[in-house]
C-alpha cells in the first residue's frame, strides 16, 4: 500500500522534472521531440502504485511520467532526453522511448496505437499474480489494431489492464469530431470489465489510487483484463513547451480544467502544507542534481554509419 506521502512525492517528481524541462528546453540542449504529462501525472501515479517491479508494462510517446511513476533512474531520465550514454536507452531513444527492465518498464513507443497489441502479448506472458499493463491516449482508441487488442484480451482473459488516459485531443483535433462513442465504450462492448473515472477523480492521485486497488486486486487474483478510462488534462502543447491553448489551437475550456483540476493542486488540498512544501524542496533538489549529473556525463556516440553498415553510398 502506498501512503500520501510516496504518492505526492512521486506526483511532484514527475511535475519538477518536467519543469526542468520546460526550462531549458528552448536552449535546444535537448534535441529530441518531448510530451509533456503535466496536467495528467496523477494517472500514472496512481497505476504504479498498484503495479509490482516485475509487472510488465509499456506505454506511450507521452511517457515521462510512466517511467517516473515506474521508479525510472532520474539520471537515466535526464541522460535519455540530452543524448547521453547514461540515458535509460543509451541516449538514442529520446523522449518517446523510455525503457526501464528492472523494472518491468518494456518500453514506450511513438507509433499511436502500436503498444496495444504488444501488451496483449506482454499480457499473455505473464503468469498471474504478475500481469501486464498498458496507457494509451484516447487517439490510440482511433486505431483499428484497438478493437482487435480489446477483443483478443477479453476473448483470452489476459491479465492486462488497459489505462486510457482521455485527454479529449488528438494532437490538436478534438475526440467529438474523431469518435462516435469513447474508448471504454467499446472495451465494454466486447465484454470487458471497465471503470470510467472524471477528471474529479482520475487527477485526484489518492482518490484514483483507491478506486484502482479493486479491479487490478481481482485482475491480479485470477480475473480478466480490465478497461479503465480516465479523464483529465494535458497543459501544454502536444509536443514540445509552448501553451498550444493560449496560442489558440485548442478550446480555452482546457485552460480552466486544468486550473481547476491540477494534479498537485488537488493533492496539496488534502495533505498539510508545511509536508508538501518540504517534499517538493527535497524533489528539487533531486531533479537539479541529477540534471546536471547527466547533463556533464558523457555524450552518445553514434555506432552506425552507413559504412558500418556496408551500405554503399557511391551509387
Ligand atoms: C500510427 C500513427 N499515426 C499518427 C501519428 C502522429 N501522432 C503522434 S501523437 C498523435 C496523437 C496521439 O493522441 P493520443 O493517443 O490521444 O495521446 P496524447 O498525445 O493525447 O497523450 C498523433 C496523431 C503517430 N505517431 N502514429
Ligand atoms: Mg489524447
Do not use: W
Not at 11 to 36: G, N
Not at 114 to 142: K, N, T
Not at 207 to 217: G, H, Q, S, W
Amino acid at each position: 500500500m502506498a501512503d500520501q506521502t510516496e504518492l505526492y512525492t512521486l506526483l511532484s517528481l514527475i511535475r519538477h522534472a518536467e519543469q526542468k524541462i520546460l526550462d531549458v528546453y528552448t536552449s535546444d540542449v535537448m534535441q529530441c521531440p518531448v510530451h509533456l504529462s503535466i496536467g495528467q501525472e496523477s494517472v500514472a501515479v496512481a497505476l504504479c502504485a498498484h503495479l509490482r517491479h516485475d509487472d510488465l508494462k509499456i506505454g506511450t510517446h507521452r511517457s515521462h511520467a510512466l517511467y517516473l511513476a515506474n521508479g525510472g533512474d532520474l539520471v537515466a531520465f535526464f541522460g535519455e532526453l540530452l543524448g547521453r550514454a547514461c540515458g535509460c536507452s543509451r541516449g538514442y531513444g529520446g523522449s518517446m522511448h523510455m525503457i526501464d527492465a528492472a523494472h518491468g518498464l518494456v518500453g514506450t513507443t511513438s507509433i499511436v496505437g502500436g503498444a496495444l497489441p504488444i501488451a496483449v502479448g506482454l499480457g499473455l506472458s505473464v503468469r498471474r499474480p504478475r500481469v501486464a499493463a498498458v496507457l494509451l491516449g484516447d487517439a490510440a482508441a482511433d486505431q483499428g489494431v484497438f478493437a482487435e487488442s480489446v477483443n483478443y484480451a477479453q476473448l483470452r482473459k489476459v491479465p492486462l489492464v488497459f489505462v486510457c488516459e482521455n485527454n479529449r485531443y488528438s494532437v490538436y483535433t478534438p475526440q467529438c469530431v474523431r469518435r462516435a462513442v469513447h474508448p471504454a465504450a467499446v472495451a465494454k462492448a466486447f465484454g470487458m470489465e471497465t471503470h470510467e473515472f472524471s477528471i474529479e477523480v482520475a487527477n485526484d492521485v489518492f482518490a484514483l489510487y483507491e478506486r484502482l486497488a479493486d479491479p487490478i486486486a481481482r485482475m491480479r487474483q485470477g480475473g480478466g483484463p480490465v478497461f479503465i478510462e480516465c479523464s483529465t488534462v494535458r497543459r501544454y502543447d502536444h509536443n514540445g513547451v509552448c501553451d498550444d491553448i493560449a496560442a489558440g489551437f485548442r478550446d480555452p475550456a482546457e485552460r480552466e480544467l486544468f486550473d481547476q483540476f491540477c494534479p498537485m493542486k488537488l493533492a496539496r488540498r488534502q495533505i498539510p502544507p508545511d509536508r508538501a512544501d518540504a517534499i517538493d524542496a527535497a524533489v528539487r533538489a533531486c531533479v537539479e542534481q541529477a540534471y546536471a549529473q547527466a547533463l556533464a556525463s558523457q555524450e552518445t556516440v553514434l555506432e552506425y554509419s552507413h559504412a558500418s553498415a556496408g551500405i554503399d553510398t557511391t551509387l
